[in-house]
């Protein structure tokens, strides 16, 4: 299994993006997929999480300005980020486990097993 991010960019304060993450090999639809963001010298933080059961999860930071989606016709996980802000600003990951008998625990990187590249979002002031 192999996962591929991308969409991330500069964008001003207030602005828009929408990070993409196609996922190549596995049965998609049976998978937890997660967003986590990395800022320079801080731990990588929980940004969202897409159930295969189909539930959603946001961090706290987030709620109300991202939104996360998934399309399991097209193998993908979707993050669009409104109204960023520059503590926004980070390396955006997305992560998959294989879902269903899994712990509920979904807040965590330990809890995913496959990670994507990585994609910079950088958001000015």
């Known amino acids: 299994v192999q996962l591929q991010a991308s969409g991330g960019g500069l964008v001003q304060a207030g602005g828009s993006l929408r990070l993409s993450c196609a996922v190549s090999?596995?049965?998609?639809?049976?998978?937890?997929l997660g967003w986590f963001r990395q800022a320079p010298g801080k731990e990588r933080e929980f940004v969202a999480a897409a159930r295969w059961s189909g539930f959603l999860y946001y961090g706290d930071s987030v709620k109300g300005r991202f939104t996360i989606s998934r399309d399991n016709a097209k193998n993908s996980v979707y993050l669009l980020m409104n109204n960023l802000k520059p503590e926004d600003a980070a390396v955006y990951y997305c992560?998959?486990?294989?879902?269903?008998?899994?712990?509920?625990?979904?807040?965590?990187?330990?809890?995913?097993?496959?990670w994507g590249q990585g994609t910079q979002v950088t958001v000015s002031s």
């Open positions: 992560a998959e486990r294989r879902g269903p008998g899994r712990s509920s625990s979904i807040l965590y990187p330990s809890d995913y097993d496959r």
């Open positions: 090999g596995g049965t998609f639809r049976n998978y937890d």
